[in-house]
């Protein structure tokens, strides 16, 4: 065994739980109301991000600057509000196409019951969480 390997491993895991913890505690502070940290962090880092990973735009400025210099980019504010305002459009009509159809509800179940894992990941959380002290 070497243990060397085993340490590198644990260090990247450990800096990974590390970060997403940081981001994590960031977002929940980020807004109010009736959320749960995870619609949070969902919104920020799936939807908004996911919106502005496809703006060419920002990738040549993010390639082209420093990180100061990006974060300070009039283009990043504009396309911040269009992922919002792009993410409110869609989920609304992903949402009211879900409440209106008994059929794509069905299909969503079988999604999340298939490919999505739904089952194997909350019965995975809720062992986790039994074999916690």
Do not use: C
């Not at 800096?15 to 994590?24: D, H, R, S, V």
């Not at 703006?55 to 390639?63: C, G, I, M, T, V």
């Not at 420093?66 to 974060?71: I, N, P, S």
């Not at 008994?102 to 739904?118: I, Q």
């Amino acid at each position: 065994m070497d243990l060397s390997q085993e340490g590198g491993t644990g260090a990247v895991q450990d800096k990974t739980k590390i970060a997403l913890a940081e981001l994590i505690a960031k977002v929940n502070d980020l807004f109010e109301g009736d959320l749960t940290p995870g619609d949070k962090l969902v919104y920020v880092n799936d939807v908004i991000k996911g919106k502005l990973m496809e703006s060419e735009k920002l990738a040549e400025q993010a390639a082209n600057n420093t990180k100061e210099q990006f974060a300070n980019s009039p283009d990043l504010t504009k396309e911040i509000m269009g992922a919002v305002m792009d993410a409110l459009a869609a989920h609304s009509a992903m949402s009211k196409q879900a409440l209106e159809s008994e059929t794509l509800r069905r299909d969503m179940k079988d999604v999340l019951l298939g490919a999505g894992k739904l089952w194997e990941d909350l019965r995975a959380k809720a062992l986790d969480a039994s074999l916690a002290p």
